[in-house]
Structure formats: C-alpha cells, structure tokens
C-alpha cells in the first residue's frame, strides 16, 4: 500500500510529504484547489511521462518519491526479472531536471519508463471518471470477468500460446507470399552464385593481385635499382665492401698501439659481414626479377574482373564477395527446401492452433462459472446505489477467432428502468449510470486483484443526497479488503473515511501555491460541515457532520 508521498517543485505544489494510512482516505478541497495536481505528481512514480511544463520553478529539478509497503503483494518475481534489491518498503522516485531531462529509481536503482510503469501497475489502480466509458470495451469487460474468475494463470498459459500461434501463422504466410515470387528470384540468385564460383575468389587474394601487378608493373625499375646496389656494394673497383676491409685493416694496424681501438675494429667486422650477406641478397633478388608483359596483363585482367563484382554487389573489400556468395547459397537453400519448410510450418500451426484452442476453453469455462455470480452480485450493488429496477447481464459469446484475450467475445447489458429490456450499455447509460455500475464492479473486483491501493478520482459525479452515502458505505466496505483512497466532492462520501486531507490553495504577492494537510477529529467535523452548508459552517451543520462521520 502506499504509505508516503512526497512531492518538490511539481506545478502549484512547492513542497508537499503526507503520510497514507490503511483504510478508507479521502481528498476533498475546492475545485482548482490542486487534488488534480497532486493525482498528476502520483503519476509520475507511477510511470506516466512528463515534461518541464510541471515545474513549479522552472530553474530547479521537480521530485516525486512515493514510499510503498509490499510485504503482502507478490512483486519478489518482478524484482528479480529486472535485477532490482527487494525490500518489503519500496521507494520509487521520479526526477524532472529543467533541461526535460527525466530519471527514475526503484530502491536506488536506475530504470526505464517501461519497468516503472509495469510497478506501478501492480501497486496502484487509479480510476478516474472519465475511465468509466471502459466498461463500454469488450476487452476491458473481459479482463473484469477474469479479475473475479481469478483467471491471471490461465491467462498467462493463453497468451503464450497465442504469440507462439501468431508467430507461427506470419512465418507460414511470409513463407507462402515468398514462395510465388521464388522462381524469377532463384533464376538471378543462381546466375549470380554462378559468376562468383567461376571467379574463385580466394581470401586475401586481392591484396596479392595488387602487390603483385606493382611489382610486374615496375620490373625494369626495380631490377636497374637492384643492379645500383649490387654495384655499389661489391661490384665498384671502390665499392663498399673493400673499402670496410681497408677501414678494418687500418683499425688492425693500430691497435697494436692502442688497445682500446680492438673493440671498433670487432665492431666493423660485424658489420662487414652483414654487408657481404646483404650485398648477396641483393644479387638474388636481381636474378629474380624479370619483366613480363603476358603475367602483367593476365594479373590486371584479374583485378579488373574482381572490381566489376565488387560494383556490381556493391560492396567496399573483395572478401565481401565471398560474404555475398555465402549469403546467396543460404537463401537458394532455403529456397529450395521451402515445401518443405511450408509442409513442416503447417504443421507445427496445426498443432499450436489444437493447443490454444484447449487453452481458450478452459477460459471460457472459468468465464462461464463465474458470470451468474457477477450477474447477480451486481445487480444487488445497483440497488444500494439506488437503482432497485436495475438490470444486468454479462452476455458471454464465442468469438469467430481467437484473440489476445480467449475465444470469447463479451457484452455487458444495462437496464436502469423497470421494463425495459437490458441493452449494450454504450448505448443505454448515462455517465452518471456508468460511474455507480463501474463502481459496483470495482468493489467486486477489490478483494480479487493483488492491487494493494486503488484511487478512486471523483467517481461520485452525478450522485447525491442517499446515494452518495450509499456510495461511501460501499468505498468503506472496499477499505477493508485494500487501500482506498478518494477524491471526492461529496460530505457523504467523506464522512465514512477514516483519514480524511484537505487541499487548499494559498497565494501570495508573487505565487500560487498547493497545500495538504491531514484533518483532525474537529478539523474533519468542520471541513464536512462546510461541504453540507456551502461554506457556511453552523452548530446544526456540525451535528449533520457528525451523524456522517458517526453512521454507516
């Protein structure tokens, strides 16, 4: 349940923490008072996005952090699918920096929009009334009917097999739509892979065609430098290799009188022989070298045809032919296998479809068991909502196909006058008739979902007087079973909570702002009596306050 909210710079609100308690908790306060603002500002730790248009000074980051008790919830198994520390006190908080730029933490740890918004789903359900014109969607009115039949695991074995079916059905039809336009496709693929098998192409190759077409190219160059150098080191009547013996035999001499010059002569008959070893490489690499002309031209004529491919498949190396060649073999296999492929798909969606068939009847057959009860638990609803001729019904059907929600296709029918036959109630309600029959299947539904706090937002509009009374005993009633918190306009309602926080606005010479605070035993008396008595709060008002709070 939510115990904490705590709210920063968020639109008329400068800094606002109260604290929730167990039970029944209404939120009155005059209209443009900020009970709207405070819902927007609980949205956010919810996973509701946001932008810098809430900050209340636009120069300062905004923050939410609700504070959550979860001991008695199963969430463990969603903490541990998204790596986060569990703790039976869950704190969410919401960050909006003046940039736009929005943060959010479960417990310390940073998150996503996405996994915020799954929490909070499973720790909130806000219901404002305007969502009372869900009850007209049949996908809504399902998801109530297995909210009562307790439906969560077999709707959970249901959807898993519908996605497998899904998947199969779009495989098998991609597979069928392919295999009309396959025979032009493998005509240019197999002219294609027959190009690249004649050229051979071998990794690396192209790196090699290319040293060797230099080298070809520039033969007589290489070869006249070779010469030089061969020249140069040993061939010259003064060449490099006699004029190092003639050095060494001068350091020789020498160092017969000084010793210390022995180490440089070492040193140059190193070198010599290295030079010599040079000198001998350099004349084998001449011999090597020779022009020709017919190895030149067959070598260019290589790369040319290796170029043409890489243009022609558009690509940036010449190994990514050999990419190309794999990618073109692999498609003309499965294009050669696909009756196959199509025969064995069919297949496996023959035996998928069996299996969401089976799952879908064991819906239908929980659907089925628990919408005399709904019928009838409703219809008595109504009438302590003050619609004693009142007619309901949840007309269950079988859908031409499955969907993501069974095989079932259901309508709710309403009648709020004796008579007259119930009809689709998008058509026969009224919006005060949908808040009161949203509102008796939200407190059936209260002990049946794993939602510890559900908020209600001024789902009394259109009632008054005896009903609206009647509409708080059955708000008390829903608080025993799970947090409720409501914002409401009404004194009937707000005398049957047992925490009661008051709105109010107050400005000053520069600002408006938002304030709550958390009424007293006196401050609730008073606070009712001025919603019975227009503002005006007389002894009599008081007494009337007080047979509100006091009664049930």
Same mark, same amino acid.
């Given at each position: 349940?939510?115990?904490?909210?705590?709210?920063?710079?968020?639109?008329?609100?400068?800094?606002?923490?109260?604290?929730?308690?167990?039970?029944?908790?209404?939120?009155?306060?005059?209209?443009?008072?900020?009970?709207?603002?405070?819902?927007?500002?609980?949205?956010?730790?919810?996973?509701?996005?946001?932008?810098?248009?809430?900050?209340?000074?636009?120069?300062?980051?905004?923050?939410?952090?609700?504070?959550?008790?979860?001991?008695?919830?199963?969430?463990?198994?969603?903490?541990?699918?998204?790596?986060?520390?569990?703790?039976?006190?869950?704190?969410?908080?919401?960050?909006?920096?003046?940039?736009?730029?929005?943060?959010?933490?479960?417990?310390?740890?940073?998150?996503?929009?996405?996994?915020?918004?799954?929490?909070?789903?499973?720790?909130?359900?806000?219901?404002?009334?305007?969502?009372?014109?869900?009850?007209?969607?049949?996908?809504?009115?399902?998801?109530?009917? $297995?909210? =009562?039949?307790?439906?969560? +695991? *077999?709707?959970?074995?249901?959807?898993?097999?519908? !996605? #497998?079916?899904?998947? /199969?059905?779009?495989?098998?039809?991609?597979?069928?739509?392919?295999?009309?336009?396959?025979?032009?496709?493998?005509?240019?693929?197999?002219?294609?892979? $027959?190009? =690249?098998?004649?050229?051979? +192409? *071998?990794?690396?190759?192209?790196?090699?065609?290319? !040293? #060797?077409?230099?080298? /070809?190219?520039?033969?007589?160059?290489?070869?006249?430098?070779?010469?030089?150098?061969?020249?140069?080191?040993?061939?010259?009547?003064?060449?490099?290799?006699?004029?190092l013996r003639e050095a060494i035999g001068h350091l020789g001499k020498s160092a017969r009188y000084f010793p210390e010059l022995q180490n440089l002569s070492e040193r140059l008959e190193s070198v010599l022989v290295e030079l010599k070893d040079i000198a001998r490489e350099t004349e084998l690499a001449e011999l090597r070298i020779s022009f020709d002309p017919e190895e030149l031209e067959k070598t260019q004529a290589r790369i040319s045809l290796i170029r043409q491919l890489m243009m022609k498949h558009r690509v940036a190396e010449a190994d990514g032919l050999l990419?190309?060649?794999?990618?073109?073999?692999?498609?003309?296999?499965?294009?050669?296998?696909?009756?196959?492929?199509?025969?064995?798909?069919?297949?496996?969606?023959?035996?998928?479809?069996?299996?969401?068939?089976?799952?879908?009847?064991?819906?239908?057959?929980?659907?089925?068991?628990?919408?005399?009860?709904?019928?009838?638990?409703?219809?008595?609803?109504?009438?302590?909502?003050?619609?004693?001729?009142?007619?309901?019904?949840?007309?269950?059907?079988?859908?031409?196909?499955?969907?993501?929600?069974?095989?079932?296709?259901?309508?709710?029918?309403?009648?709020?006058?004796?008579?007259?036959?119930?009809?689709?109630?998008?058509?026969?309600?009224?919006?005060?008739?949908?808040?009161?029959?949203?509102?008796?299947?939200?407190?059936?539904?209260?002990?049946?979902?794993?939602?510890?706090?559900?908020?209600?937002?001024?789902?009394?509009?259109?009632?008054?007087?005896?009903?609206?009374?009647?509409?708080?005993?059955?708000?008390?009633?829903?608080?025993?079973?799970?947090?409720?918190?409501?914002?409401?306009?009404?004194?009937?309602?707000?005398?049957?909570?047992?925490?009661?926080?008051?709105?109010?606005?107050?400005?000053?010479?520069?600002?408006?702002?938002?304030?709550?605070?958390?009424?007293?035993?006196?401050?609730?008396?008073?606070?009712?009596?001025?919603?019975?008595?227009?503002?005006?709060?007389?002894?009599?008002?008081?007494?009337?306050?007080?047979?509100?709070?006091?009664?049930?």
């Amino acid at each position: 349940m939510l115990r904490r909210l705590r709210i920063s710079n968020y639109s008329l609100i400068e800094h606002l923490e109260i604290e929730f308690k167990p039970g029944f908790t209404v939120i009155t306060g005059e209209t443009g008072a900020g009970k709207s603002i405070l819902l927007g500002a609980l949205g956010l730790v919810l996973g509701n996005r946001a932008d810098t248009s809430v900050l209340h000074n636009k120069e300062s980051k905004c923050q939410v952090e609700a504070l959550f008790d979860v001991k008695d919830i199963p969430v463990r198994e969603f903490f541990t699918a998204n790596d986060l520390d569990y703790d039976d006190e869950c704190i969410v908080l919401r960050e909006i920096a003046p940039g736009g730029k929005s943060r959010a933490f479960i417990n310390d740890s940073p998150v996503n929009l996405p996994v915020l918004k799954s929490l909070g789903e499973l720790l909130v359900d806000i219901h404002s009334q305007h969502d009372s014109l869900h009850l007209t969607d049949s996908a809504f009115q399902l998801r109530i009917i $297995d909210g =009562l039949a307790g439906n969560d +695991l *077999q709707q959970r074995d249901y959807v898993q097999a519908f !996605q #497998k079916w899904q998947q /199969l059905r779009q495989e098998l039809e991609q597979l069928k739509n392919m295999a009309g336009d396959n025979q032009a496709e493998e005509e240019i693929l197999r002219f294609q892979l $027959d190009e =690249l098998v004649k050229t051979n +192409l *071998q990794v690396g190759e192209m790196d090699e065609l290319t !040293q #060797k077409s230099e080298l /070809l190219s520039h033969a007589e160059e290489i070869k006249l430098g070779l010469y030089s150098a061969g020249e140069a080191l040993n061939r010259n009547e003064t060449n490099a290799i006699s004029l190092l013996r003639e050095a060494i035999g001068h350091l020789g001499k020498s160092a017969r009188y000084f010793p210390e010059l022995q180490n440089l002569s070492e040193r140059l008959e190193s070198v010599l022989v290295e030079l010599k070893d040079i000198a001998r490489e350099t004349e084998l690499a001449e011999l090597r070298i020779s022009f020709d002309p017919e190895e030149l031209e067959k070598t260019q004529a290589r790369i040319s045809l290796i170029r043409q491919l890489m243009m022609k498949h558009r690509v940036a190396e010449a190994d990514g032919l050999l990419r190309i060649r794999s990618q073109i073999e692999a498609r003309l296999d499965r294009i050669s296998t696909k009756e196959f492929n199509i025969e064995q798909l069919s297949r496996q969606l023959d035996q998928a479809e069996k299996r969401l068939g089976e799952k879908a009847q064991l819906l239908t057959q929980s659907r089925q068991r628990v919408v005399p009860e709904m019928e009838r638990a409703v219809r008595l609803l109504l009438v302590q909502l003050g619609m004693p001729n009142a007619s309901f019904m949840a007309k269950l059907g079988r859908s031409e196909t499955f969907g993501s929600s069974g095989a079932d296709r259901l309508n709710f029918l309403f009648s709020a006058n004796k008579g007259i036959a119930p009809d689709d109630i998008s058509r026969v309600a009224s919006g005060g008739e949908l808040s009161r029959l949203m509102l008796a299947i939200k407190s059936l539904i209260s002990g049946q979902k794993n939602v510890p706090t559900i908020i209600f937002d001024e789902i009394d509009t259109g009632v008054s007087g005896e009903i609206a009374a009647r509409v708080g005993r059955i708000m008390a009633s829903m608080a025993r079973q799970t947090q409720l918190i409501a914002i409401t306009h009404l004194p009937q309602i707000a005398g049957k909570a047992s925490q009661h926080l008051l709105v109010y606005k107050k400005e000053d010479e520069k600002r408006t702002r938002s304030l709550m605070i958390n009424l007293s035993e006196q401050q609730r008396i008073d606070e009712i009596a001025r919603m019975l008595s227009d503002d005006v709060v007389t002894p009599a008002a008081r007494n009337a306050a007080k047979e509100l709070m006091s009664g049930y």
